[in-house]
């Protein structure tokens, strides 16, 4: 879907792996526009960098978690 339409300005493809995962690369111009699309494909996104960004999400889900 990430190579079909555009979900974040500036986003390209980075890596394309034989698994059929891909890596992409973006700068937003707020980081909740971030938040928002990963959260939306949760769990078949993950954050690899950056850091902050990565941690912030990770706790986010480890909240929802707690509640089930």
Known sequence: YFKDRIYFPKQKVVEEKKDGSIIIET?????????????HWLPHIRVVSPEKLKLHVKGMVEEYLKGF
């Open 27 to 39: 700068l937003p111009a707020h980081p909740d526009e971030i938040i928002h699309t990963v959260t």
